[in-house]
């Protein structure tokens, strides 16, 4: 075997290696458009076109034939797909502005074609690629570094076996009994030699190991300061996308949003519905065809979709844009591994947010009682005397001639006694225990007839009831005196909140919920966290109970109550009433 036929059979061999290692690195990456399926056809048909060479000149060179026809007609259509490929992506690089890489396979592209006798200058365009889809993620492509550093350690190997061998075979040509010494040698120093290169490839496979570990005992222990959730997720967002060089990031978590910056909740929707239903461990809209939910992801500017699992199924996700950098690359598998801890963060948050409200619940329910003793102390104290200042004042009315003398004063102690009584009933109100919720309530019938009741006294403040109220809305398990309470603070609140000539609109709806609007100023922003307070009240002579009697009814009553003020006037307080 000639210098020349040893050279070319080799060069055959590894041009054919290399194609295979790339062709089952792209396969993955095929449909990614507009270059997957050519890049992969480029290697594919470069790779059998290094195998046909291969066995041409291994035929020669160790078997002493001449391969038929056919076989050299194989081996150059194998060769003419690769250029042909080869062509479409030097296209496509034109067509994309991408000069580096058009100018470099179009070199590789002509030495191909210039059929030298050495089949390793037809190694340029797959080397080429490898080189420009790991270092630069041209087209969107994608070689990691784990992959190449596989292939460099393998050919490495393969090199050095093939120097013991070829040196062992010199040293037996001239000293017949000491080739096993050389080969011995040789694969001892071996293991000197590999020591480094072992070193490094343990540091860089650990580099996995300790990102996560760094993650979790900075990041995340930092993040266990932080209990309110969406700060939470505003601060691992960020750490995430410093610590990974990263443009963007986003937490998606209970379908909330962080950051949100106006993040459309139908495509929050959309991604959390697909991620549910998504196997895979990281969606790259890149490496996808087209589809509904890339249009969606990209249409906020995010290139990955990393689901954040765990055994009881989707809970979240995180939305990544990579940019400046084209693709995640190795990190991709890193932020996989990361989400579970994050997701672990935020559901230890949120379960933190929950145990804080229970107790501020029970601490509210504390004060309730305690403020349900002194109503009823109150109560007792006072109710008796007013009773009977209410009678003496009543008798002395009849009178015609203390009532001559003193109408006015009479008048003023009776509604005195009046307004007194009403707010200790209002104060008994907060703390009598739960009623039964035994009776069918037709709140439609209810709310009318409230509504027709307070018209009198709307006609006096000179403001208007609109009712908008379903009919037949039936409350089952409930009870009339709790929804009457509802009713009566709200549309009362209402009116008294409402200018000369306004009007309160009174909406009932089929599901139970009741919605009181009125055309006042509406509640200061320092005040609306706390109107439901017991004695909380924005006006002069209010007693602060009317809304604390709403929730605490609504909830016994299976519902809740909420209170908005929009930014063109005015207050909207909803009560669900089941």
Not at 152 to 168: F, K, N
Not at 195 to 207: E, G, N, Q
């Amino acid at each position: 075997m000639t210098a020349l036929q040893a050279a070319s059979l080799t060069m055959a061999f590894l041009g054919f290696g290399l194609s295979l290692f790339l062709g089952y690195v792209l396969y993955p990456q095929r449909r990614i458009s507009p270059a997957g399926w050519p890049s992969w056809l480029l290697v594919i048909a470069f790779g059998l076109w290094h195998l046909l060479r291969f066995g041409e000149e291994f035929a020669r060179a160790a078997l002493r034939v001449t391969p038929a026809e056919e076989w050299r007609t194989a081996a150059y259509a194998s060769l003419a797909v690769g250029l042909a490929c080869a062509a479409r992506l030097m296209r496509l690089a034109a067509v994309l502005r991408k000069p580096g890489y058009f100018t470099a396979l179009g070199v590789g592209l002509i030495i191909s074609a210039l059929g030298l006798p050495l089949p390793l200058l037809t190694i340029a365009p797959p080397f080429l690629i490898a080189w420009f889809y790991c270092f630069h993620h041209t087209f969107g492509l994608n070689i990691g570094k784990r992959s190449l550093f596989a292939l460099a350690l393998g050919v490495s190997t393969a090199l050095y076996l093939l120097l013991i061998r070829t040196l062992a075979g010199f040293v037996e040509a001239r000293w017949a009994a000491t080739a096993w010494v050389v080969e011995s040698a040789l694969l001892l120093f071996a293991g000197i030699l590999w020591f480094p290169i072992y070193t490094a490839l343990s540091r860089f496979l650990a580099r996995s190991a300790r990102v996560y570990s760094e993650f979790g005992q900075t990041t995340i222990d930092e993040a266990s300061l932080i209990l309110e959730l969406g700060k939470r997720m505003q601060f691992l967002a960020g750490e995430i996308a410093s610590r990974f060089a990263l443009a963007r990031v986003a937490i998606v978590f209970e379908g909330r949003v962080e950051p949100a910056a106006g993040f459309p909740e139908h495509i929050t929707e959309e991604l959390l519905f697909f991620a549910g239903q998504y196997s895979g461990a990281a969606y790259a809209g890149y490496r996808e065809p087209d589809s509904p939910v890339r249009r969606a992801l990209r249409s906020e500017g995010y290139e990955y979709l990393i689901p954040m699992r765990d055994e009881g199924g989707v809970h979240g996700m995180l939305l990544v844009d990579p940019r400046p950098v084209a693709l995640l690359g190795d990190n991709e598998d890193l932020l996989v591994a990361l989400a579970p801890q994050v997701l672990q963060s935020l559901r230890s948050c949120r379960l933190l947010e929950e145990k804080i409200r229970l107790e501020k619940d029970l601490l509210r329910q504390e004060n309730l009682a305690g403020i349900g003793r002194m109503a009823a102390s109150i109560a007792h104290e006072i109710k008796n005397p007013l009773s009977a200042i209410k009678t003496i004042a009543q008798l002395m009315k009849e009178d015609e001639a203390v009532s001559a003398a003193y109408e006015k004063d009479l008048g003023f102690i009776l509604s005195e006694v009046d307004r007194l009584d009403k707010a200790v009933r209002q104060l008994l109100g907060t703390s009598n225990p739960a009623p039964a919720l035994n009776e069918e309530v037709d709140a439609s019938e209810l709310v009318e007839s409230m509504l027709a009741a307070l018209q009198k006294q709307a006609a006096a403040a000179r403001v208007t009831l609109e009712p908008m109220v379903a009919p037949a809305v039936a409350l089952p398990n409930s009870n009339r005196e709790l929804v009457q309470q509802i009713v009566m603070n709200l549309v009362l609140n209402a009116m008294q909140a409402s200018p000369t000539g306004g009007v309160v609109t009174v909406t009932l709806d089929p599901s139970g919920r009741l919605t009181v609007r009125d055309q006042g100023q509406g509640i200061p922003v320092e005040m609306r966290a706390r109107v439901f307070e017991p004695y909380v009240t924005t006006k002069a002579t209010g007693s602060g109970l009317g809304l604390a009697i709403v929730r605490r009814n609504a909830r016994l009553l299976g519902g809740d109550v909420e209170i908005a003020c929009p930014e063109q006037g005015g207050t909207i307080v909803t009560a669900r009433l089941r």
